[in-house]
T-cell receptor, first 116, second 113 residues
Framework: DTGVSQDPRHKITKRGQNVTFRCDPI?????LYWYRQTLGQGPEFLTY????????KSRLLSDRFSAERPKGSFSTLEIQRTEQGDSAMYLC??????????????FGSGTQLSVL | AQSVTQLGSHVSVSEGALVLLRCNYS??????LFWYVQYPNQGLQLLLK??????LVKGINGFEAEFKKSETSFHLTKPSAHMSDAAEYFC???????????FGKGTRLSVIA
C-alpha cells in the first residue's frame, strides 16, 4: 500500500495561468475525491468519482475547474484562468466501497497552490 | 447550512491532562460520524468513526468518542494528553446515502509541557 500520491506538492503560478494537479489513488480503490482546504478551515468537498464516472460536483466547482479520471485510476484537476482566491491546499482522497456510508477515506498530502 | 460544528478553534492542554474536543452535528437522521487528525505537513488520518452499534467508539492513539443522539454530539476525548497529540482535529459527517463527507472547521490542539 503506497498510499494516495499527489503531484506536485507545491505550485506557484501567476493569475490567469492554467494549472493541473494529479492524484494517484490507492490501486484497488474505486472512489476518488477532491477537496479544497484553506487556512483555518476544514476541507471542502469539490467532486468525486466512482471508477471513471464523475458522480457529484459541488457548487464550489466553478466552470474554470474540471476534473477527470479517464481510466478509473489516476485523476487530474485542472484550474483555468487561475484567480488569487484559488490559492488553497487541494486534497485528494480515495476509498473502496460501493456506498459512502461509513466508508474510510485515505487522503494524500495535498497540493498547495499559490496564485500570485 | 453547517452540518457539523466544532466548538473552539484552538484548545490548549497540559501534558497528561484530559483532552476534550467538541463536535455537534445537525441532522434529522443519525449520520455517520468521523474524527480525522492532520499533523503538520501530513495528510488527514482517520482517528475513529461511528456508523451503527455501540455509541462509544475507540480509535487510534488512545482517543475515543461517544455518539449522543439526544445532544447531537460526537465529542472526542483522550484521558491523558501527550506532546505528540498536538495537531489539527476535524470532525466530519456523512448525512445520508451518497452524500460526501462534510468536515467541520477544525480544532487545533496544543499540548504544553
Amino acid at each position: 500500500d503506497t498510499g494516495v500520491s499527489q503531484d506536485p506538492r507545491h505550485k506557484i503560478t501567476k493569475r490567469g495561468q492554467n494549472v493541473t494537479f494529479r492524484c494517484d489513488p490507492i490501486s484497488e480503490h474505486n472512489r476518488l475525491y477532491w477537496y479544497r482546504q484553506t487556512l483555518g478551515q476544514g476541507p471542502e468537498f469539490l467532486t468525486y468519482f466512482q471508477n471513471e464516472a464523475q458522480l457529484e460536483k459541488s457548487r464550489l466547482l466553478s466552470d474554470r475547474f474540471s476534473a477527470e479520471r479517464p481510466k478509473g485510476s489516476f485523476s487530474t484537476l485542472e484550474i483555468q484562468r487561475t484567480e488569487q482566491g484559488d490559492s488553497a491546499m487541494y486534497l485528494c482522497a480515495s476509498s473502496n466501497r460501493g456506498s459512502p456510508s461509513g466508508e474510510k477515506l485515505f487522503f494524500g498530502s495535498g497540493t498547495q497552490l499559490s496564485v500570485l | 447550512a453547517q452540518s457539523v460544528t466544532q466548538l473552539g478553534s484552538h484548545v490548549s492542554v497540559s501534558e497528561g491532562a484530559l483532552v476534550l474536543l467538541r463536535c455537534n452535528y445537525s441532522s434529522s437522521v443519525p449520520p455517520y460520524l468521523f474524527w480525522y487528525v492532520q499533523y503538520p505537513n501530513q495528510g488527514l488520518q482517520l482517528l475513529l468513526k461511528y456508523t451503527t452499534g455501540a455509541t462509544l467508539v475507540k480509535g487510534i492513539n488512545g482517543f475515543e468518542a461517544e455518539f449522543k443522539k439526544s445532544e447531537t454530539s460526537f465529542h472526542l476525548t483522550k484521558p491523558s494528553a501527550h506532546m505528540s497529540d498536538a495537531a489539527e482535529y476535524f470532525c466530519a459527517v456523512i448525512l445520508s446515502g451518497n452524500t460526501p463527507l462534510v468536515f467541520g472547521k477544525g480544532t487545533r490542539l496544543s499540548v504544553i509541557a
